[in-house]
């Protein structure tokens, strides 16, 4: 029996269950009767419907008591069936409409609203009138009657409400539901009303909301009930918040963000995620976390970051107001509990908190597949996986985010979106081999969609160096998008694999066929879009590889008439004038390109020959050390972030990395520090700074003189470096002349430039007869790059030299014969050394090994004159006139078409 008495003091909204005569208090009360005990019983029953949310249950056993008239009392019966309705009506309206309400939950909502109004005409206890109130207020926001909402709100005198001694759930969740309604109508009235002063509504809209936010976290933090259901079962009761009080969730901190109280919404954000997580907060949580990110990110960057523990509430929302709010439990600061200090570290938890809430609600719906709610979920990965890419690019931790997207990409296989940006992520790390096969996923998702085909053939030809795939997925596109921009793009990316690929090819018939192909393409792509200069550019450029040179002229001419920004259009016609041998017009063009944009370290290279060619190599060599100071603003800052300052390990397949054909200009950014380069047994290279600093001016090389002997590391030939097998391309193709193929920012083609700087100081000094201080900078460029045929080559041509002058034939000119077979060990297809090897074997009369260096060096180069007029010269020592005269009138055409520097030197870009 005692049992029995206390189940009424659990419904405390019910002042007839408290308030005793103290006379009786002492008394025996009597034992309840039947009739008594089974009201109570029902009342427990409504409570716990109640604040567990059943309110189908709710209004099937209030139908159930109407029937058999089993209610003790006709008031609280319609007032149970009354709030259970409105509630089942407020879940069927959605959260963010924009539209009036159906016809049919209008009229049910002025129909509940009517009953609820004859309710507050019976004898109902005080606190059910409030309810009953605000339930009215309710409605009326439902409908739309914000002044009639806010007067029933005044009404219901929510400033008398003892809050923290309500311990019924589904109470507070109603007193917090008015917070928030107050709140909402301030916030559209308001912005109707101008007489308002501005702080005044924000302060008082912020305190409705901070209120409304304190008691919906104390109401979540009520522990779910259990109860057993019809069968008998035992079954955890889902409570939920609902829209209103999520929104009011949001929408408090977003308030102090829009006033401009940065420090506020910051304390506000952070003081509503530490509040114990519970089912009911997590899809507030994880918005909430997205938005703080956000605001991190946009106002808390650098300095002005605020540690967490500084911004820590003490008290409570109503500190300004009558109210006393109860606290919601927090998780405790101490206790080995992680608080992040730093920017990064809090923006890692806060993804992290997403990505857990978004996970765990993906693992409870795993078989509502195509539900409204798991498409809600897979929303949210999405949103994560953006606001990851957000906040880790603004942190320059694009590493720490590859994990973030990895894990999005298989919590949501099927969107093409995640996948794109895993590819792009794959990009950025370097790991074009991976990007490219989860591109193959993006394939499978989204069979027809044009960027995911670009971004293949992309990377396929960019980056891998993988024509023929490139070349098909280049197809493809031309397919889905025909006579479009997409298709102009495929175009370009088809001609300039077909460009790359005859630059390979050894057999002369199947480099023109591919040359034609190109040609083709191009003029396929300016059929179909006449006003894209990159298209001229490209147009141009095969034009001058085919030496079709007026041609050219009216391409890049049109290049620039669209374009005068495009740099390597510049470029271009500079090179174009050299070949008509108007070097003085070509060094106008660059010397303007100088003042009008950043500088670039190729357009320096090509005016330090145009000087040496107008101006004599003196003038040349003052320009180098403006280059070599260009070189250093641009580098060396982006080497030491790299670096570190600690060594740095390069395997020979970083070495043998196939290069690039669609290196776009090279990013003008600094000389490094002077590198050591050391092979291990291992086969990597290690690079490592050294001390001392890089000479002041070219004249003053800080290389002793023992080096220059000694920096080849001895009579071995090169050969013996270990290569990688199946690598595509040998090493010729990473240290090449013109480097423009490497990746734009990679460390190698930073070497490779400073490797050209000076290597093209060593030939300036050749031209005024100065062999030491050529050497000199052949010494250091051996000790910045690794071993490169350039070097070898120049250091043959000088022991070649000192040969000839001294006229003997004795280890001199061995040792340049040793230097030329390790730039040919480096480099098989290395024009250069194979005519001064031929030439060596011709003065040896050795003439069929001559011409086999002569032949080797045009299948290297179809279009060095050097190569045919030694060949001619070849064929007239041997008496074949005819075949000498054709060679001759060969190398006099090209020769009169030659460029001061290599065409292939320019960059081959499909994006400016």
Not at 394 to 418: C, D, M, Y
Request: proline share 5%; charged share 25%.
């Amino acid at each position: 029996m005692r049992t029995a008495q206390q189940h009424p003091s659990e419904l405390s909204f019910f002042p007839f269950h408290h308030h005793h005569h103290p006379s009786k208090q002492l008394s025996v009360p009597p034992p309840p009767t039947p009739h008594q005990r089974k009201s109570w019983t029902l009342q427990m029953d409504f409570e716990r419907l109640r604040q567990d949310g059943l309110w189908e249950k709710a209004i099937a056993l209030c139908e159930q008591q109407k029937q058999h008239n089993g209610m003790p009392s006709e008031p609280l019966h319609n007032f149970y069936l009354c709030e259970a309705r409105l509630e089942r009506l407020a879940e069927a309206i959605p959260e963010r409409r924009t539209t009036t309400l159906p016809d049919g939950i209008q009229r049910s909502l002025v129909d509940l609203k009517n009953a609820l109004g004859t309710l507050l005409r019976t004898p109902l206890p005080i606190d059910v009138q409030r309810l009953v109130r605000i339930l009215i207020a309710k409605i009326c926001f439902l409908l739309g009657d914000l002044n009639d909402c806010l007067i029933g709100l005044e009404k219901c005198d929510l400033p008398a409400v003892d809050l923290p001694q309500e311990t019924n759930r589904r109470n507070l969740k109603l007193l917090a539901e008015a917070f928030a309604l107050k709140g909402w109508c301030l916030t559209k009235l308001s912005l109707a009303n101008a007489k308002l002063k501005r702080s005044e509504r924000s302060e008082k809209l912020m305190t409705e909301f901070e209120v409304s936010n304190d008691i919906a976290l104390r109401c979540a933090n009520i522990t779910d009930t259990a109860h057993k259901d019809a069968n008998g079962s035992t079954e955890l009761s889902a409570f939920y918040l609902g829209g209103l009080l999520e929104e009011a969730l949001v929408k408090c901190p977003n308030l102090f963000a829009k006033n401009g109280w940065l420090s506020a919404a910051l304390v506000r954000f952070r003081d509503t995620l530490r509040a114990v997580e519970t089912p009911a907060t997590r899809r507030a949580r994880l918005r909430l976390s997205r938005q703080l990110l956000e605001l991190l990110l946009r106002c808390f960057l650098g300095s002005n970051y605020v540690d967490p523990r500084m911004t820590e509430r003490q008290t409570s929302a109503g500190e300004s107001t009558t109210l006393h709010v109860p606290r919601p439990k927090k998780y405790p600061a101490s206790g080995g509990a992680f608080v992040p200090v730093s920017l990064l570290e809090e923006v890692i938890l806060l993804l992290q908190i997403c990505e857990a809430v978004v996970v765990r609600e993906m693992a409870t719906r795993a078989g509502d597949e195509g539900s409204p709610t798991r498409r809600l979920l897979l929303a949210y990965s999405v949103a994560v996986s953006d606001a990851c890419v957000v906040a880790y690019s603004r942190l320059s931790q694009v590493q720490l985010g590859l994990p973030f997207i990895e894990r999005a990409a298989k919590l949501n296989s099927n969107s093409p979106h995640i996948w794109r940006q895993y590819a792009m992520y794959c990009v950025i790390k370097g790991d074009y081999r991976k990007a490219l096969h989860v591109l193959e996923q993006c394939f499978r998702v989204m069979p027809t969609d044009r960027t995911i085909y670009l971004f293949a053939a992309r990377i396929s030809i960019d980056y891998l160096l993988d024509l023929d795939r490139g070349i098909k997925y280049a197809e493809a596109l031309c397919q889905l998008a025909e006579k479009s921009r997409f298709g102009v793009r495929a175009r370009l990316l088809l001609g300039t694999a077909c460009s790359v690929k005859a630059s390979r090819v050894r057999d002369l018939d199947g480099q023109a066929g591919l040359r034609a192909t190109a040609l083709k393409h191009f003029l396929h792509a300016e059929a179909d879009d006449p006003g894209d200069f990159l298209v001229h550019y490209h147009l141009a450029l095969e034009y001058c590889l085919l030496r079709q040179l007026q041609d050219a002229f009216r391409a890049v001419k049109k290049c620039l008439r669209i374009n005068m920004d495009f740099l390597p259009a510049h470029h271009l016609l500079a090179l174009l004038l050299s070949c008509w041998k108007r070097y003085e017009e070509a060094l106008n063009v660059l010397e303007k390109v100088e003042m009008e944009f950043e500088e670039d370290i190729e357009v320096g290279l090509t005016k330090i020959r145009l000087q040496a060619a107008v101006k004599g190599a003196d003038d040349a060599l003052r320009s180098c050390r403006h280059v070599l100071t260009a070189w250093k603003k641009t580098y060396e800052h982006d080497l030491q972030d790299s670096d570190g300052g600690m060594n740095t390990t390069i395997s020979p397949e970083t070495l043998q990395l196939p290069t690039s054909p669609l290196t776009l200009q090279l990013a003008t950014s600094p000389l490094p520090q002077q590198l050591a380069t050391t092979f291990h047994r291992d086969g990597t290279l290690t690079v490592s700074s050294h001390p001392k600093g890089s000479p002041s001016s070219p004249g003053m090389v800080s290389v002793d003189r023992g080096d220059a002997a000694s920096f080849r590391g001895g009579a071995d030939s090169i050969a013996t470096v270990p290569r990688t097998d199946g690598a595509p391309g040998t090493r010729s193709e990473m240290a090449s002349t013109t480097g423009s193929y490497l990746q734009r920012n990679s460390p190698q083609r930073a070497f490779m430039m400073q490797l050209n700087i000076w290597t093209l100081m060593a030939e300036l000094y050749m031209s005024l007869e100065q062999p030491d201080s050529a050497l000199e900078c052949l010494a250091e460029a051996a000790i910045v790059a690794p071993p490169s045929h350039l070097v070898y080559h120049l250091q043959g041509v000088i022991a070649l030299k000192s040969t000839a002058e001294r006229r003997t034939t004795g280890s001199a000119a061995d040792e340049a014969r040793r230097y030329f077979e390790d730039a040919l060990a480096i480099n098989p297809w290395y024009a250069p050394s194979h005519i001064q090897m031929g030439r060596m074997q011709r003065r040896d009369l050795c003439f069929p090994e001559a011409e086999r260096h002569f032949r080797a060096a045009l299948l290297g180069d179809t279009a060095c004159h050097e190569a045919w007029a030694a060949l001619g010269e070849l064929y007239v020592e041997k008496g074949n006139d005819d075949l000498a005269m054709e060679c001759l009138e060969k190398a006099r055409t090209l020769e009169t078409t030659k460029s001061i520097q290599p065409f292939a030197n320019l960059p081959r870009c499909v994006s400016y």
